[in-house]
């Protein structure tokens, strides 16, 4: 058995402490039958004291926030709640490395199936610590492969929604064409990837698609507006067609798993040079600059 599959973390679900392998909900819950529910991915890093702390918390607690609102679930906790089950789920899983926290409520288990919402059910709560590793610096010296596909979800992409499986069919054709990630269009403008946002970068401006509920905004993607602007690369949000997209200078994607990383390749065709760009490297160290300053401010809190 590999590490990995030998990796057994002590997850929180509705109240209980208790090893991954051994939690369980009942099948009626409306998570597993209509995939209603939210979910989100704080990703946690390594200190050099040995502690693991969340990065950009407060903006992934808003977004939880925001898509239990728009499907109509009351948040089970308050931002104090949540921060207090993050930190004992980071207590519980005592180790070395980079981790990520997954968070996932849905609207909790019905008496029947039926897809409108029960009365009176109460939202399941499951939280547990993940593994975590970045890109490699040779796959970040490299580049990544992306492919490109039509964007056939639905229009509420900006709620970070558990159904995901326009979500999975895009991973999977990746995958399937030995590609890091799988950009999507819709009317031929340029979305997201399967699981992270795209940028390109045009005569030095770097391009974003528009927030709104084509996409979903990642928590890098203010991330990225404040470090462009800390690096003074000019940003600009705005549609991005199929051909901007195909003769960008620079592509690269974001996501709490990714950070920023380039895409050298799309469907087959070189990127610009080919090679990593300056804006991606300026967006890339500037990340680094603010994950120091945000560790730096939590360490002068606590003391
Ligand atoms: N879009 C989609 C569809 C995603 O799944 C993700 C990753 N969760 C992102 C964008 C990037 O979001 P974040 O920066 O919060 O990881």
């Known amino acids: 058995m590999s590490q990995a599959e030998a990796f057994d973390p ?13 939690a369980r909900i009942p099948v009626l819950d409306r998570g597993f039958i ?17 502690t693991r702390l969340p990065f950009r918390l407060a903006q992934h607690l808003a977004r939880l926030a925001r898509s239990l609102g728009k499907i109509r679930i009351d948040n089970p906790f308050d931002d104090a709640g949540w921060r207090a089950l993050i930190h004992r789920v980071i207590a519980e899983n005592a180790g070395a490395g980079d981790a990520l926290v997954y968070i996932q409520v849905t609207r909790g288990v019905a008496k029947r199936r039926g897809h409108a919402f029960p009365a009176g059910i109460t939202p399941t709560v499951f939280v547990m610590l993940g593994h975590l590793v970045f890109p490699s610096a040779a796959d970040r010296a490299r580049g990544a492969v992306a492919v490109t596909a039509e964007d056939k979800r639905w229009l509420h992409c900006d709620i970070k929604s558990t159904s995901l499986l326009g979500n999975v069919l895009m991973s999977q054709h990746a995958v399937e064409n030995d590609a890091l990630e799988t950009i999507q269009l819709r009317d031929g403008l340029l979305t997201e990837g399967s699981s992270s946002n795209v940028w390109i970068v045009k005569g030095g401006t770097l391009l974003g698609a528009p927030r709104g509920p084509r996409i979903l905004e990642g928590i890098r993607y203010g991330l990225i507006e404040e470090l462009s602007r800390e690096a003074g690369i000019p940003f600009e949000e705005r549609d991005i067609t ?31 040079e080919g090679r990593p760009g300056a804006v991606y490297a300026a967006l890339f160290e500037a990340y680094q600059r603010a994950k120091t300053r945000e560790f730096e401010q939590a360490s002068k809190r606590v003391i």
């Open 10 to 22: 002590t997850v929180y679900l509705n109240g209980e402490w208790g090893p991954l392998s051994e």
């Open 34 to 50: 209509f995939g209603d529910g939210v979910y989100e991915v704080v990703p946690l890093y390594a200190q050099p004291d040995g």
């Open 242 to 272: 199929e051909a901007e997209l195909r003769s960008a200078d620079e592509i690269m994607i974001s996501s709490a798993t990714k950070e920023v990383m380039p895409i050298t390749t799309l469907d087959g065709v070189q990127v610009g």
